[in-house]
């Protein structure tokens, strides 16, 4: 009953089956509709132009890197909540998991639901299609952002043409800033021969702005201009200096079973820490890798200033130190296109705070008053003798 249906319908619906299946065939085999899991919306929307050609991509067959369709696999299309497939007609088909239109209008506009369904699996993906008037006011939702460094030489790209530029050698694209097209012998701009990019040397903060890219698509005689709008940001050059781990110190005396945390902090200068990386190792594996129990972590990585100066911190957390970090080799890692460099610290037990001196200072004290105390009775006991002689010799 179901091959009746799929050969009734197929006529009015848009299916990929790449080779016609023979003796029992397998669409009998075929999941039914209602059994299919429907895995969400596709995060991309489709912003095109209108009287353009447009290809939506079946989001479960991309999502697998392009790969060919299974004989045995049936792939239909809908549009919005309609449970009815869309109908063949000279202006959309279905062709190697993508649904075609040409031209598009802007009624087109909606929701597209991809079905992909074979003997042991069926599921569905949705995707958002807006067709826009080709306008100034359509450019901020129609429009690639794409960024250049300032005063160096960069590359624009004419995005998501595949299609239309597959298995062709004689692409040409045409490159417009705003609605002027760039002269081919311009030396600033140039168009890389054979590739939909635009070089851009010296780039200058007037550079900033909105490109248009064009090429040209032939489908049954007739010629349709595919275009794409890229808005170009330009950043400033991020400064880069070679990197100095100031701290930690190559040892750290600490007790055992407390908490120690080590910062190792470097000094950046003028240069940014954006393209800088920094962490521990611990025998050289990764904190996480030494110790998967978390009782030594990484803390978060801190970015400040200090008298216009940058600097960047992460430090090393133990919670408790135990005897086995005392034979652990610690290093602090920095990374940047300039420089690697590495500083070791070891963990050190701190000696005992137990002092002998300070013990038997009581005791010494004991003794001192007693030997004072002694010291004065015989002094005193010498002065009463002395004292007695002599009055024996007067009285004499």
Not at 50 to 77: D, H, K, M
Request: aromatic share 10%.
């Amino acid at each position: 009953m179901f091959i009746l249906y799929v050969w009734i319908t197929g006529l009015s619906a848009f299916t990929v089956q790449p080779q016609e299946h023979t003796g029992h065939g397998t669409s009998s085999s075929l999941l039914a509709a209602g059994d299919c899991q429907f895995r969400g919306k596709h995060y991309k929307t489709e912003f095109r132009v209108e009287g353009e050609p447009v290809v939506l991509r079946c989001p479960q067959v991309w999502s697998r890197f392009g790969a060919p369709i299974s004989p045995q696999a049936l792939l239909t299309w809908r549009k919005n909540n309609s449970a009815q497939m869309i109908p063949e007609g000279p202006r959309m088909w279905a062709e190697d998991g993508a649904l075609w239109v040409l031209p598009a209008l802007r009624e087109d506009s909606g929701t597209y639901v991809c079905t992909l369904r074979n003997a042991s699996h069926c599921d569905e993906m949705s995707i958002e299609l807006r067709v826009f008037e080709d306008t100034e006011a359509s450019l901020p939702f129609i429009s690639y952002s794409q960024i250049l460094t300032l005063s160096a030489s960069g590359l624009l790209a004419c995005p998501d043409l595949r299609e239309f530029t597959r298995n062709r050698t004689d692409v040409k694209t045409r490159w417009y800033k705003g609605s002027v097209p760039l002269d081919e012998n311009n030396e600033k701009f140039i168009s890389v021969e054979g590739t939909t990019r635009l070089l851009i040397h010296d780039v200058s903060v007037e550079d900033a702005g909105y490109y248009k890219c064009a090429i040209t698509y032939a489908h049954e005689g007739r010629q349709y201009n595919v275009t794409r709008n890229v808005k170009l940001r330009v950043n400033k050059r991020k400064e880069e200096t070679i990197p100095v781990i100031i701290s930690p110190l190559q040892t750290i005396s600490t007790s055992l079973g407390s908490s120690l945390t080590i910062p190792c902090k470097v000094f950046l200068g003028a240069g940014t820490p954006d393209t800088t990386l920094l962490w521990w190792t611990a025998n050289s594996a990764q904190i996480e890798s030494a110790y998967p129990g978390g009782r030594v972590t990484e803390g978060p990585r801190q970015e400040y200033s200090e008298n216009n100066e940058n600097y960047i911190e992460v430090p090393l957390i133990f919670n408790p130190v135990l005897r086995e970090d005392l034979d652990t080799d610690f290093k602090c890692v920095v990374l940047n296109t300039l420089s690697f460099q590495t500083l070791r610290t070891t963990v050190k037990e701190a000696s005992s705070t137990f002092s002998w001196g300070i013990a038997l200072a009581p005791l010494s004290l004991v003794f001192l008053v007693l030997g004072g105390i002694w010291t004065y009775r015989r002094c005193k006991r010498r002065t009463e003798k002395t004292r007695g002689l002599t009055a024996l010799k007067t009285g004499l």
